[in-house]
């Protein structure tokens, strides 16, 4: 769950191009809160078995992080 609350502020920055917290704050609580209750569906979404939380949310994290990791590595 610890990727959602990493990457959403970065997607969230990344859609309304703004540094502006006023802004930020509540556009990463609503992306933030969306995308957890999309890794919470996948997760049930298998019959007959259901996957853990935190096998899920990395796959949705992961990229992002990588994203800002190598695109501030560029600029360097």
Known sequence: IAFIGLAMPH???MIFRTADHR???P???VV???VALLCNLICVL???MVLPLNAVT???GVPVI???ILRRG???
Request: aromatic fraction near 4%; glycine fraction near 4%; charged fraction near 10%.
């Open 11 to 13: 997607v969230a920055r």
């Open 23 to 25: 802004v930020l704050l």
């Open 27 to 29: 556009v990463t609580l």
């Open 32 to 34: 933030g809160a969306a």
């Open 46 to 48: 298998p019959a007959h």
């Open 58 to 60: 990395p796959v949705v």
């Open 66 to 68: 990588l994203y800002v």
């Open 74 to 76: 560029c600029r360097s």
